[in-house]
T-cell receptor
Framework: DVKVTQSSRYLVKRTGEKVFLECVQD?????MFWYRQDPGLGLRLIYF???????EKGDIPEGYSVSREKKERFSLILESASTNQTSMYLC?????????????FGQGTRLTVV | GNSVTQMEGPVTLSEEAFLTINCTYT??????LFWYVQYPGEGLQLLLK?????DKGSNKGFEATYRKETTSFHLEKGSVQVSDSAVYFC?????????????FGQGTTLQVKP
């Protein structure tokens, strides 16, 4: 059974903290993605990676960074958490060329910044 | 840029009613189109897709036809069940080849009552 695992389902952090969200996939996928999900806005792409140590900015990268040191792991980093980063964060992975495959999603991490 | 627009929800239906969720897109060229579904407490999973004009994707009684002339990909089901209650996302691929990424609409919440 294919799996994308996010390290936490719920997380509460204080303003200004550095926050790490971890995502691991066991499908040997090249591509990995981080989205945030907000009511009325759908899913918005923060960053994606199509190879180890490769990353590209998505639509809303400000305030975030990512790390991909190993193929199976893609970390999202909030350098200094702020209340407007309170959201649901979803990780996904896929083989290259989404026309011929599908993206698999983790269950999400609901982050609250207080 | 590429974008997806869905009808606003929530949509509330009685069991066995007919469902339509509208989706239109803006894109250069002819992107592949997708419907993803998110059941309560879970990540997104692919429901169906279509990769070229006039293609019909279908799964679990749901159907959607890729209409190039109206740039639409409306989701339909003839008879909904309580178990179909979920959030539905329309999406397209932005970019090409191995570095394509999914662009999502706002999501439409469906609630089916017994």
């Amino acid at each position: 059974d294919v799996k994308v695992t996010q390290s936490s389902r719920y997380l509460v952090k204080r303003t200004g903290e550095k926050v790490f969200l971890e995502c691991v996939q066991d499908m040997d996928h090249e591509n990995m993605f981080w989205y945030r999900q907000d009511p009325g806005l759908g899913l918005r792409l923060i960053y994606f990676s199509y190879d180890v140590k490769m990353k590209e900015k998505g639509d809303i990268p400000e305030g975030y960074s990512v790390s991909r040191e190993k193929k199976e792991r893609f970390s999202l980093i909030l350098e200094s958490a702020s209340t407007n980063q309170t959201s649901m964060y979803l990780c996904a992975s896929s083989q290259p060329n989404l026309r011929n495959t599908e993206a698999f999603f983790g269950q999400g991490t609901r982050l609250t910044v207080v | 840029g590429n974008s997806v627009t869905q009808m606003e929800g929530p949509v509330t239906l009685s069991e066995e009613a007919f469902l339509t969720i509208n989706c239109t897109y803006t894109a250069t060229g002819y992107p592949s189109l997708f419907w993803y579904v998110q059941y309560p407490g879970e990540g997104l999973q692919l429901l169906l897709k279509a990769t070229k004009a006039d293609d019909k994707g279908s799964n679990k009684g749901f159907e959607a036809t890729y209409r190039k002339e109206t740039t639409s990909f409306h989701l339909e089901k003839g008879s909904v069940q309580v178990s179909d209650s979920a959030v539905y996302f329309c999406a397209l691929i932005s970019g090409s080849g191995n570095t394509g990424k999914l662009i999502f609409g706002q999501g439409t919440t469906l609630q089916v009552k017994p």
